[in-house]
Every structure is written in structure tokens, then in C-alpha cells.
Nanobody
Framework: QAQLVESGGGLVQPGGSLRLSCTGSGLSLDHHTIGWFREAPGMARDGVSWIMSALTETGYANSVKGRFTISRDKAKNTVYLQMNSVRPEDTAVYYC?????????????????WGQGIQVTVSS
């Protein structure tokens, strides 16, 4: 059964850094667009970043551009989200998701497989 598992979340101080990992089990992430989304309490699930199967194609939400970086490690079948200069408003549950059609899009409806989510809390 194809699964995505997120790890690396937790509590971090404002201005600090955190790296989230999304590892595939039962599927190769190489041929998928992998997206990161986040959902704060009472808010809709928003796209944060995505990376297509071609490594040069990435997208970032305006709110994280210049602070977050998405990348792949093919050997580990893992996609990372490096979060730098984090802010309290980055606090949310973060989800990774896979789009088997490799469209590089923002809409959650484009993604077929979702991880269980992981909490990121930015607070002093």
C-alpha cells in the first residue's frame, strides 16, 4: 500500500530552523509532484511548496518564498522542506502529498496520496 510519512516537526523558536521530511513507502516519489501543505486551526489547507519530478521545477507560496526550500533525495525516496527564519504564523499541521500526474499544482484536489500530517509550532 502506497504511503507517505512525514517527520521532523516539533517546537521551534521564532527565527529558528526546522527540516521536514516526507518519505515514500510502497511508491517511488521520483515520478510524482510532491507538495507540502499546511493547515492552521480554523483555516483551510494551503499549499506551501511543491517539486515536480524534473528537479528544476518548484513552486513556493509568497508567504514562504526566500525562507523555505524544497528538495529531493532520490536515494532515500524522500522530499524535504527546509524551513528557515520561521515565524509564529508558520504554526500549523504540515502535510506532504503526491500527485501521480506530476502537474506541479497548488490545489489539494490534484494530489492522490497524503501523509498523516505533522505538527510544527513556532513559539518562544
Amino acid at each position: 500500500q502506497a504511503q507517505l510519512v512525514e517527520s521532523g516537526g516539533g517546537l521551534v523558536q521564532p527565527g529558528g530552523s526546522l527540516r521536514l521530511s516526507c518519505t515514500g513507502s510502497g511508491l517511488s516519489l521520483d515520478h510524482h509532484t510532491i507538495g507540502w501543505f499546511r493547515e492552521a486551526p480554523g483555516m483551510a489547507r494551503d499549499g506551501v511548496s511543491w517539486i515536480m519530478s524534473a528537479l528544476t521545477e518548484t513552486g513556493y507560496a509568497n508567504s514562504v518564498k526566500g525562507r523555505f526550500t524544497i528538495s529531493r533525495d532520490k536515494a532515500k525516496n524522500t522530499v524535504y522542506l527546509q524551513m528557515n527564519s520561521v515565524r509564529p504564523e508558520d504554526t500549523a499541521v504540515y502535510y506532504c502529498a503526491a500527485d501521480k500526474w506530476d502537474r506541479g499544482g497548488w490545489g489539494p484536489h490534484l494530489y492522490d496520496i497524503w501523509g498523516q500530517g505533522i505538527q510544527v509550532t513556532v513559539s518562544s
